[in-house]
């Protein structure tokens, strides 16, 4: 397939269009964003490791049941996903209270959340992701209800694979945020999931092994990211 225009430049990929209208070819630069982009570094070789991540994590899921943008992995920086029109919504499963919880409800990092919490949050960089609920998005029709019901159920699904997967190789899923969108009617994980969306800690020390080691300044944040995908099995050389 054949890539052509940029559709749009996030913050740390980039969208084309392809020689089919049906496809997308999704970019995974080396830029590492914090802080609602008010803080963007190149790290080296993030896109790579990043793209080979995702399509690992992409490929469990399909096989798991949950339906994706994910088609296939092109090269070291490339991969073709599903055309769609996304929702505007950030969804958020948190298993340990890390991040935003802990500064908006003042509860301790580190405590278990039994049952897991589900956040939803407005995609909008300028307004800092403010925390919405389905009210906010039936108001402003920023989504169709029920598109908003299955996105919640196929987070919660995602969490179980991704549990299990990580504890089976020594560590804990605390939290992580997906975005999902329409194809054909039908509802579809988009955009990734990386270490740079999400937090993992190793089971045992509770080292940060993913993008907090960029927003905390600990160093070895790539390195990290490869030390969480060896254990799974991967393979960056
Ligand atoms: P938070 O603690 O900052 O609310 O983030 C919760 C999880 O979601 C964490 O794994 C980081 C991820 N996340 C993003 O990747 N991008 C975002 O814009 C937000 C709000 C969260
Ligand atoms: N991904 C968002 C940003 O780049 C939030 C974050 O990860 O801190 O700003």
């Avoid at 996304?86 to 209270?97: D, F, G, S």
């Avoid at 003042?106 to 300028?126: M, Q, W, Y």
């Avoid at 960029?214 to 393979?235: A, D, K, T």
């Amino acid at each position: 397939m054949e890539k052509r225009d940029l559709i749009v430049k996030g913050k740390a990929k980039s969208m084309y269009t392809t020689d089919d209208a049906g496809y997308c070819i999704m970019h995974f630069r080396d830029d590492t964003s914090a802080f609602d982009g008010k803080r963007i570094e190149q790290l080296e070789r993030k896109g790579r490791v990043n793209n080979i991540f995702n399509a690992f994590i992409m490929q469990k899921l399909e096989a798991a049941g949950i339906p994706t943008h994910f088609v296939k992995r092109i090269d070291d920086r490339d991969s073709l996903v599903r055309r769609m029109t996304m929702i505007p919504v950030e969804c958020v499963v948190r298993n340990i209270a890390a991040g935003s919880i802990c500064r908006r409800l003042g509860v301790k990092e580190g405590i278990d959340l039994d049952p897991p919490t589900f956040e939803l949050f407005l995609k909008n960089d300028e307004l800092g992701d403010p925390m919405i609920n389905e009210y906010h998005i039936a108001a402003f029709k920023w989504a169709k209800l029920k598109d908003v019901e299955t996105a919640r159920e196929l987070t919660f699904k995602v969490n179980d694979v991704l549990k299990k997967l990580f504890s089976d190789h020594g560590m804990l899923l605390v939290d992580y945020k997906l975005e999902f969108g329409v194809c054909d009617g039908k509802v579809l994980l988009g955009d990734e999931f990386t270490p740079d969306g999400c937090r993992i800690w190793d089971a045992e020390t509770r080292e940060k092994l993913d993008k907090d080691r960029f927003r905390q300044s600990l160093g070895n944040v790539v390195e990290s990211y490869e030390v969480v995908g060896r254990r799974l099995g991967l393979s960056f050389d």
